[in-house]
């Protein structure tokens, strides 16, 4: 059973690396904040196998503390996106305080 999980964890390991591309590459804002979103999504999936491994009730805790520490990204990121951009270059603002 811990060859299985360790095929699990190391195919995990693999989306979170194509993840880290997307966050590297991604086209827009709002797609490498998902792919920033996977990684939470996948680091609680492998501390709950690790908690399994180990019959660990309390890795299981630290998993959802990494939930809870994900869906609050989320909330950042919506607060964020929300607000409007200044669209005025650095130099041009200078101008305006002389």
Request: hydrophobic content about 55%.
């Amino acid at each position: 059973m811990t060859f299985f999980y360790t095929i699990v964890v190391i195919l995990l390991l693999i989306c979170l690396i194509v993840g880290l591309l997307r966050v590297l590459i991604g086209p827009d804002n709002a797609n490498r904040m998902l792919a920033a979103q996977l990684f939470g999504t996948i680091g609680t999936t492998i501390v709950l196998v690790f908690s399994v491994l180990q019959n660990n009730e309390v890795i299981t805790n630290v998993a959802l503390v990494f939930t809870l520490l994900a869906s609050i990204t989320v909330i950042a990121f919506l607060k964020l996106a929300e607000q409007p951009i200044d669209n005025v270059s650095p130099s041009e603002s200078h101008k305006h305080d002389s």
